[in-house]
């Protein structure tokens, strides 16, 4: 029967032929590990095509994005079908999260970080839209399907118009309202 003294007996003392055995076990995983062996096979190596599906970042300046184009009105059918359940019919989002539209950093209270209110560069918003949108199946939106959405949520914002084409050269000069909202401190390491 098992007692509680039992939990605080003194630790049995290691006797010489168990401390030979681990030195000997462990200077031959040493010799193993320092051989050169060869390492176990887990996985295949990842090729450059496949890791470039992974390097999607787009910078403010809009460097990296990619080939495409789309206008709000054509936004609105890929808003509806892949967004709206999670950010609204409008924008206005189920929870503090997903609000998409209005807010303001001036109110009195915390702030609501929208799109329109906080967002200060419109790449960025493509940017995060095509690697993490929508949120059940990332990464699923052609790059015409992301300029689309892109235009759709910067019209309701009254970024830009309905029909205003966004494209790699037009996106990158969209003046968000917060875009002077940031300290640049990239030049900080």
Not at 107 to 134: K, N, Q
Request: aromatic share 6%.
């Amino acid at each position: 029967m098992y007692s509680k003294q039992d939990s605080f007996r003194r630790p049995t003392r290691l006797s010489i032929p168990r401390i030979i055995s681990t030195l000997i076990s462990l200077a031959l995983l040493s010799s193993f590990t320092s051989s050169g062996a060869q390492a176990p096979s887990l996985g295949k190596p990842v090729t450059a095509s496949q890791l470039s599906g992974f390097d999607l970042i787009i910078q403010p300046d809009g460097s990296g994005l990619p080939a495409g184009r789309g206008t709000a009105a054509q936004g609105e059918s890929v808003f509806r079908t892949r967004c709206q359940s999670c950010h609204g019919e409008s924008g206005e989002g189920n929870s503090s999260a997903t609000v998409l539209v209005g807010g303001s950093m001036q109110s009195e209270g915390p702030p609501l970080r929208t799109v329109g209110s906080y967002w200060p560069h419109a790449t960025t918003v493509f940017d995060f839209i095509r690697r993490a949108m929508p949120a059940d199946a990332p990464k699923s939106l052609t790059d015409n399907e992301v300029y689309q959405a892109t235009a759709f949520v910067l019209f309701l914002n009254g970024i830009v118009g309905r029909d205003e084409v966004l494209d790699a050269q037009s996106l990158p000069l969209i003046n968000m309202p917060n875009s002077e909202g940031f300290i640049d401190q990239s030049h900080i390491q």
